[in-house]
């Protein structure tokens, strides 16, 4: 056998051993969107996407409601397809606490808010992801 052919063959080996040793990670579908509350934008909320199996994911919303792509992991972001519990948590703003000082609290109107759907025991919100989505809108009541 020939040197040029033997190099030829061990680069098509090399190179079929790269691809099937290639692992791309899960198929991510890159979900952004509103969250609302009876009908008004809700600001500084994180949204915890809670699967059913697999990773979690988190988005976090702006001062217009508005949450970028949820995020997979500190390098993707996106959510896998399948069914998720989403639990709201709110983000303090402002400058932050010094030690011995209690925790903030949520603004009073956020309260009812948070006590519904801020359960991780009893999750009230339930969302399917599908292949290829790229919105979700939430308005709660």
């Known amino acids: 056998m020939s040197f040029q052919l033997r190099a030829v063959g061990f680069g098509f080996a090399l190179l079929l051993a790269t691809l099937v040793g290639c692992d791309s990670g899960p198929t991510l579908n890159k979900v952004s969107g509103t969250l ?21 994911g988190q988005a ?11 995020m997979y992991d500190a390098d993707h972001s996106g959510l896998t ?27 009073a109107d956020l309260h009812p808010l948070l006590q ?4 991780f025991q009893k999750p009230e919100i339930q969302v399917t992801i599908t292949d290829g989505q790229r919105t979700l809108d939430l308005d709660l009541q």
Do not use: C, H
Request: glycine residues 12%; proline residues 19%; hydrophobic residues 25%.
């Open 36 to 56: 609302k509350y009876k009908g008004q934008p809700v600001p500084n909320i994180a949204l915890n996407f809670i699967p059913t199996s697999g990773r979690p």
């Open 60 to 70: 976090v919303t702006d001062e217009m409601g508005r949450f970028g792509e949820v």
């Open 81 to 107: 397809t399948g069914d998720y519990e989403v639990i709201l948590t709110w983000i303090p703003t402002g400058e932050p606490a010094t030690p011995g000082d209690p925790p903030p609290t949520p603004p």
């Open 116 to 119: 519904r759907y801020g359960n």
